[in-house]
């Protein structure tokens, strides 16, 4: 993204080039509309002087007493004012191109922004899952850290049992949020797909991409270890951006998940060494 919004900026400054602007300073909206006054006014001079001209040749002189050939002179100012409109048309599709490629580029910088600070999100949400490796407290900070990644009403953990079940582990949020979570049904149908699915959104939101329930599966190499289940506000479905922020998530949560097994079964292994003693 960052080597698209070079090319863009490439792009802007060869425009503005064309345009009349300086290609040094920041572009700005104000910039655009600052260089169309200045053509305006230009062109209000070339206005008033072909109407001078033509007065010129048509009222004040003839062939004979004419400093130049009024006929020539007609023809002169005909091919100056068609060059001049040739010119602002020219200017004015680059200042135009301008428009598009400025709210372009702030687009793509909002984006990259944005990014940024998922980035930031998802290291922060990661160091905490990080702090600890008591299985119970990995599972508790991971649906506080993703309720405030991306804003979900309500949300489960499940996970893969012994016996090849989805267990509930843990749960957030409220009674109609947990309602519209799926159930074990869909939590396994992300763990047989093992990627990110969404349930269709509700009337108000008929948007094929977004919906108001998102199952991530969580997959530590090839194995399933569980399903997370989130709901979304009804307001504010789930999207393709959601949609990256928990799949990248699971992939930090796997880790936690495995580590604090390995932690309990090394405790379970010391404890039988114990016992034998």
Not at 158 to 165: A, F, K
């Amino acid at each position: 993204m960052t080597v698209a919004l070079e090319d863009l900026r490439d792009e802007i400054r060869r425009e503005e080039r064309s345009a009349g602007l300086n290609p040094t300073r920041p572009l700005t909206r104000a910039d655009i509309e600052h260089r169309r006054r200045q053509i305006a006014a230009v062109g209000l001079v070339v206005f008033f002087g072909v109407v001078v001209t033509t007065l010129r040749a048509n009222v004040w002189g003839n062939a004979h007493d004419a400093l130049f050939d009024p006929d020539l002179l007609r023809a002169a100012t005909i091919t100056a004012a068609g060059g001049f409109i040739a010119y602002v048309v020219e200017k004015e599709r680059h200042l135009r191109r301008l428009e598009l490629l400025e709210s372009e580029e702030r687009a793509v910088s909002l984006a990259i922004a944005d990014r940024l600070l998922e980035a930031a999100a998802l290291a922060d949400a990661s160091s905490s899952l990080q702090g600890s490796l008591v299985l119970e407290r990995v599972i508790g900070r991971t649906l506080d850290r993703v309720r405030d990644l991306v804003g979900a009403d309500a949300g489960t953990i499940r996970l893969l049992s012994p016996d090849g079940q989805l267990r509930v582990a843990a749960t957030f949020g409220s009674d109609d949020g947990f309602e519209r979570l799926g159930g074990v049904g869909f939590a396994t149908r992300v763990g047989l797909s093992q990627q990110p699915l969404l349930l269709p959104g509700a009337a108000a939101h008929p948007d094929p991409d977004r919906g108001l329930v998102l199952g991530a599966p969580i997959i530590f190499g090839d194995l399933l270890l569980g399903v997370l289940q989130l709901a979304a506000p009804v307001d504010e479905p789930f999207g393709a951006i959601d949609i990256e922020i928990v799949a990248a998530f699971t992939v930090r949560v796997a880790l936690a998940l495995n580590h604090s097994r390995l932690y309990e079964d090394a405790l379970f292994a010391l404890d039988d060494a114990r016992a034998a003693i």
